[in-house]
């Protein structure tokens, strides 16, 4: 059973606590046989479609258009500690349709939200180029008037999270008003858009629906674009700013249960004539990563609590809350599977899988490396 106490934390107010126990006992009971990890497309549909049914997904895509971040996160936790595809299909409902949420129109919203809400219409949230991932201001994808109302997007996304099974993509695309960051604008695009094609899917340690997008004279009404024109740029930062504290919140709940199986692995598998866990080595290790797991609880529901209390911008709490958590997390799994001796790298053991789901999460959202450039930005300003 994993540690609950920091639910009594003063960050959650009482319906943080019943929606945390509500979506571990709805994960426990309704995950395993919706995930198989052989057909990650397949098990995404149906992730979406009963975290809709449940009601999960009202908290992705809100209809007062306010998130609870502090709800976003101890869901992420919670659908994390029991697999990474079900966190990984709540999560991208809402970072696939952040900008439409804080930035959209109401006719906008209406169109898209409710779908995503009741898990009928998967999203998607199309930043990354092969030359643009951490320098989002590179951005080549160029959309331009095609007259009548109409514009023409041209260019590539890759490392697209719901490539090949999205309904609808939110594509940051350079409309040249400015250079640079200033130059940048969103714009909503339906999967079935003629000259939007499914280029490559990509496959890697820890299979998800991920693609490589082209866009070839692909042409959607002027009214789609997300925000002012060429206020891309400030539309993608302030959704990562609500989402980076929740890859955070994912990467504990990886940490948590790496942390429950290494506790079970030392009280119950005997060395040297002791349990392991009578080691001080290993209780070395496992304080270790009990307090590494604190710390970055702490951070994570900081980060939370402020944007919930009303702060305008948490891009510092959120880059903390990120760096902080995936690494914390990426530290306490492998001494997890280090732990487990040849059974933390056997296929399909619990270490094993923590340490392939848990690895791309200090890259996504913005490297570790990023998110320092981002608190010393802001901390010199
Ligand atoms: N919220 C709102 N506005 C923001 C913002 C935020 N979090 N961060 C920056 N801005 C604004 C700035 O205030 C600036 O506005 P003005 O032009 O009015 O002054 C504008 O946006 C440009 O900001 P900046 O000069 O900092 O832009 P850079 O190109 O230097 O940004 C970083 C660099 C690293 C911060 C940015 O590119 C980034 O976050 N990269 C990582 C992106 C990422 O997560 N990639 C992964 C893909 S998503 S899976």
New binding site residues.
Partial sequence: MPDRTFLDWPFFEPRHRDLAAQADDWAARTVPALVDHHDVDGSCRRLVAALGEAGFLRFAAPEDGVFDVRALCLLRETFARHDGLADFAFAMQGLGTGALTLSGTPAQREAVLPGVRAGRRIAA?A??EPEA?????QIALAVRPAGDGIVRLDGEKTWISNGGIADTYVVFARSGEAP???GLSAYLVPADTPGLRIAERLDTIAPHPLARLHFENCRVPAQNRIGEAGAG??VA??T??VFRSTVGAAALGFARRALDASLARAQNRTLFGAPLAAMQLTQTSLAEMATAIDTAALHVYRAAWTRDSGAP?I?REAAMAKMVATEAAQEVIDRAVQLHGGEGVRSGSVPETLYREIRALRI???ATE?QK??IA?QILA
């Fill in positions: 949230f930043l990354t991932g951490s320098d989002v201001a640079g960051a200033r740029f400030k930062m302030a990562l700013d911008r891009t996504y959202e913005g990023v450039l981002v930005r």
